[in-house]
Nanobody, 123 residues
């Protein structure tokens, strides 16, 4: 049974940093592209970043480019999202997800999802 468990969320002031982690278990982690999504209050879930099987293959949404960085450690079955210079509009529940696609930014492409971790950025 596949499990994705996020951690690292919390309350931070604008300009601050957080590092989200996602632990993957149940299947061969290194064969999955991993993504981060978020859902802000009153909005739909949106793509944030993805990283392919190879750690060189990353893609970040324009809204977070230059501030957030996705990474993975295949030896530990972990994916991370380093979030710097946080803004109040980054407040959301953040989800990690897994797909077999090599590149995927659409929600529907992802098969497995975590339960999410809350990030709140105060102004």
């Amino acid at each position: 049974q596949v499990q994705l468990v996020e951690s690292g969320g919390g309350l931070v002031q604008a300009g601050g940093s957080l590092r989200l982690s996602c632990a993957f278990s149940g299947l061969t982690f290194s064969t999955y592209t991993m993504g981060w999504f978020r859902r802000a209050p009153g909005k739909e879930r949106e793509f944030v970043a993805q990283i392919g099987w190879s750690t060189d293959n990353t893609y970040h949404a324009d809204s977070v480019k230059g501030r957030f960085t996705i990474s993975r450690d295949n030896a530990k079955n972990m994916v991370y999202l380093q979030m710097n210079n946080l803004r109040p509009e980054d407040t959301a529940v953040y989800y990690c997800a897994a797909t077999k696609a090599r590149i995927a930014t659409a929600l529907g492409a992802y098969i497995y999802w975590g339960q999410g971790t809350q990030v709140t950025v105060s102004s």
